[in-house]
């Protein structure tokens, strides 16, 4: 997860899921919350 400060807005939760073995970007989620269903969200859009 990565806090990205928006000025005009305030904070932003980048959600990634990254593949280890072949370093490819498999899903990624940008929210203003960081709840547990955002990660899941995240990752059950990687492994589909």
Do not use: Q
């Not at 498999?26 to 990660?39: A, E, F, I, P, Q």
């Amino acid at each position: 997860m990565t806090e990205i400060v928006i000025p005009s807005f305030g904070w932003a939760y980048l959600h990634v899921v990254i593949d280890w073995g072949s370093k490819k970007l498999l899903s990624c989620k940008l929210n203003s919350r960081s709840k547990t269903t955002d990660w899941l969200d995240a990752l059950h859009e990687a492994v589909n």
